[in-house]
């Protein structure tokens, strides 16, 4: 089945599967958490996006500077053993983007996954969903 590393990790520490494969060792370059919004939401809360943006790259940097609270915070709340807890922060927390900018190979590979699995027929021109407005000033 493919699920969360979390959720994998905690079949094999139960001794009850094991990760056979993930997918950042076949596919180098991901965005592995990507941040939506529905165009007319934006347009009408521009303000509402930004806070969340600005709140999600808060957070971010928050978790890196923190990484024992971090973990003791996903420990708890996710009910993991510690050690558990400190292999998904260890392997995860390099996969979060920190500028809100998109990689734009990143973006090819998305655009591309959507005709692999037949959500589309054709390959979206990604370059149209690229926008800084909602983005922290540099």
């Known amino acids: 089945m493919i699920v ?10 139960e ?3 094991r990760v056979l494969v993930q997918f950042g060792d076949i596919i180098k370059t991901f965005h592995i958490y990507v941040l939506y919004a529905h165009t007319d939401f934006a ?12 709140g999600w790259l808060e957070t971010i940097d928050w ?6 609270r971090t973990i ?5 709340k996710t009910d993991v053993s510690l050690a558990l807890a400190t292999r998904d922060y260890d392997e995860l927390s390099g996969m979060f983007n920190r500028t809100g900018r998109f990689n734009p ?13 037949g959500m ?19």
Do not use: H, W
Not at 72 to 76: A, E, L
Not at 105 to 117: I, P
Not at 120 to 138: G, M
């Open 4 to 13: 969360e590393v979390n959720a994998g990790y905690r079949l094999e520490e």
């Open 43 to 54: 347009a009408k809360n521009p303000a509402a996006v930004r806070s969340f943006v600005a």
């Open 105 to 117: 190979e990143a973006l090819n590979v998305l655009s591309r996954s959507f005709v692999e699995m």
């Open 63 to 68: 978790m890196q500077k923190n990484r024992d």
């Open 15 to 17: 001794k009850a599967g």
């Open 120 to 138: 589309l027929t054709s390959e979206p021109d990604v370059t149209k969903l690229i926008t800084e407005q909602y983005l922290p000033a540099r």
């Open 72 to 76: 003791d915070i996903v420990r708890r």
